[in-house]
Nanobody, 122 residues
Framework: VQLQASGGGLVQAGGSLRLSCAASGRTFTNWIMGWFRQAPGKEREWVGRITWNMGTTRYADSVKGRVTISRERAENMVYLQMTNLKFEDTAVYYC????????????????WGQGTQVTVSS
């Protein structure tokens, strides 16, 4: 499994950004695709997830209402659309893949992309 995140950059507070994650190496039927982020000096934080089959989404409270995760199964792509960005959204964003949600936390995700930097200027 390979995951390639892209789309990060520098954006002003209040702006929007869409991150992409290209997934390859297998079919992802029944898998869960997640987005995480890690700010300097902080632990990696879950942002949200989407189920590959049904497209069911869940989001962290810190971003709920400001982000939307979607997937395009035919293209093996997962997206993280972020709006009304805040300075505290500055982080490296990672896409990750899980076969199943056994723990309901980061331990479920065995495959990770390389991360893409999002910097929000205040």
């Amino acid at each position: 499994v390979q995951l390639q995140a892209s789309g990060g950059g520098l954006v002003q507070a209040g702006g929007s950004l869409r991150l992409s994650c290209a997934a390859s190496g297998r079919t992802f039927t029944n898998w869960i695709m997640g987005w995480f982020r890690q700010a300097p000096g902080k632990e990696r934080e879950w942002v949200g997830r989407i189920t590959w089959n049904m497209g069911t989404t869940r989001y962290a409270d810190s971003v709920k209402g400001r982000v939307t995760i979607s997937r395009e199964r035919a293209e093996n792509m997962v997206y993280l659309q972020m709006t009304n960005l805040k300075f505290e959204d500055t982080a490296v964003y990672y896409c990750a893949a899980a076969r199943t949600l056994r723990y309901g936390d980061i331990r479920d995700y065995g495959y990770w992309g390389q991360g893409t930097q999002v910097t929000v200027s205040s």
